[in-house]
């Protein structure tokens, strides 16, 4: 089976690099590229790519953004993240939208390349230290404090802006979704963070996922 790919970086020197690499394996086919989100979403129903490898910063919105907007209207299209980033936000945050896979563009040529393959097996590749993160959070889910589990004390506005923030949407973002402002919206994010005793951006993805808010 001959794996098709979709290419989506911002940097036109980043993709001509991976066509170089990719380009001598048998299985694959490089079938189109993109420079953006909105870019890749016309290209993935242009070529309909059996895999798509996904930059987080695009100029227009996040490759999380993107990913999540693909797999709604392309659902059998696997998408493998290629990342600067390595923090555990962005990694949790790819995953819920609905990646197969996570490689940091540090890693070996044949980590990116068994990466593809399982996604398009419809396996998940995780790069070793971002499942590592995968493992210790699993691991602390029981270790949660009873004051975590309850969102009553949350109001309605900032259910919504809860919901929103889980799903990776920006600041920005949530004030125009809600009509009000971004400064409005960081007030709600604070209240939210410390009504629920969370620390970090990364803990509120985490938290919403296993409260069942959105979906890993």
């Known amino acids: 089976m001959t794996i098709r790919?979709?290419?989506?970086?911002?940097?036109?020197?980043?993709?001509?690099?991976?066509?170089m690499l990719l380009n001598g394996q048998e299985d694959l086919e490089i079938v189109g590229e993109a420079g953006s989100a909105a870019e890749a979403l016309t290209e993935t129903?242009?070529?309909?790519?059996?895999?798509?490898?996904?930059?987080?910063?695009?100029?227009?919105k996040t490759g999380i953004e993107a990913t999540r907007e693909i797999k709604a209207k392309f659902a059998n299209v696997n998408i493998v993240a290629l990342t600067i980033h390595e923090d555990e936000e962005y990694f949790f945050q790819m995953l819920n939208a609905g990646a197969s896979?996570?490689?940091?563009?540090?890693?070996?040529?044949?980590?990116?390349?068994?990466?593809?393959?399982?996604?398009?097996?419809?396996?998940?590749?995780?790069?070793?230290?971002?499942?590592?993160?995968?493992?210790?959070?699993?691991?602390n889910i029981d270790r949660l404090p009873e004051e975590k589990i309850d969102l009553g004390g949350l109001t309605d506005r900032e259910h919504e802006v809860f919901t929103m923030l889980a799903e990776g949407a920006s600041n920005q973002e949530i004030a125009d979704a809600l009509v009000i402002s971004p400064k409005t919206v960081e007030r709600h994010r604070e209240n939210i963070m410390r009504k629920l005793n969370l620390h970090s951006r990364s803990e509120l993805v985490r938290y919403a996922i296993r409260k069942g808010i959105i979906k890993a």
Request: aromatic residues 6%; negative net charge.
């Open 5 to 19: 790919l979709l290419l989506v970086d911002d940097h036109a020197v980043v993709r001509t690099g991976l066509k």
């Open 45 to 60: 129903e242009r070529v309909q790519p059996t895999v798509i490898l996904m930059d987080i910063g695009l100029p227009d």
């Open 101 to 139: 896979g996570y490689v940091p563009k540090r890693a070996a040529p044949e980590e990116l390349i068994t990466a593809i393959r399982a996604a398009a097996n419809g396996e998940v590749y995780l790069y070793p230290s971002m499942a590592k993160l995968l493992v210790r959070d699993y691991l």
